[in-house]
């Protein structure tokens, strides 16, 4: 499994951007896809994720209203968009993958420790 993240850039607070995860080596039916962040001196912690086959989204409760989690199936791509950026959203965001037989409408696993696979990060920096 490959990830390639890519997006990022510099926004200035209340911008937008969307970051796009390229996933290729294999079929995802049955994975989940999620994005996590870092920002310095912290750990990298879970934003948004989706199951592959169903859709089902989830959000950390920081980003739940502002950030969209989506899935292009046919082009083997996940979206995350992200409004109203604020400085608190500085960060570099990974995407992640692993599958998830257990995974629903209600529960997705939020640990990076739960995520095999993992995309190169790409930098978020919100201005004030």
């Known amino acids: 499994v490959q990830l390639q993240a890519s997006g990022g850039g510099l926004v200035q607070a209340g911008g937008s951007l969307t970051l796009s995860c390229a996933a290729s080596?294999?079929?995802?039916?049955?994975?989940?896809m999620a994005w996590f962040r870092q920002a310095p001196g912290e750990e990298r912690g879970f934003v948004s994720a989706?199951?592959?086959?169903?859709?089902?989204?989830h959000y950390d409760d920081s980003v739940k209203a502002r950030f969209t989690i989506s899935r292009d199936s046919d082009k083997n791509m996940v979206y995350l968009r992200m409004d109203n950026l604020s400085p608190e959203d500085t960060a570099v965001y990974y995407c992640?993958?692993?599958?998830?037989?257990?995974?629903?409408?209600?529960?997705?696993?939020?640990?990076?420790?739960?995520?095999?696979?993992w995309g190169q990060g790409t930098q978020v920096t919100v201005s004030s």
């Open positions: 992640a993958a692993d599958p998830c037989s257990l995974c629903s409408a209600v529960y997705v696993p939020r640990s990076q420790r739960q995520y095999g696979y």
């Open positions: 989706i199951t592959w086959s169903a859709g089902h989204m």
């Open positions: 080596g294999r079929t995802f039916s049955n994975y989940v």
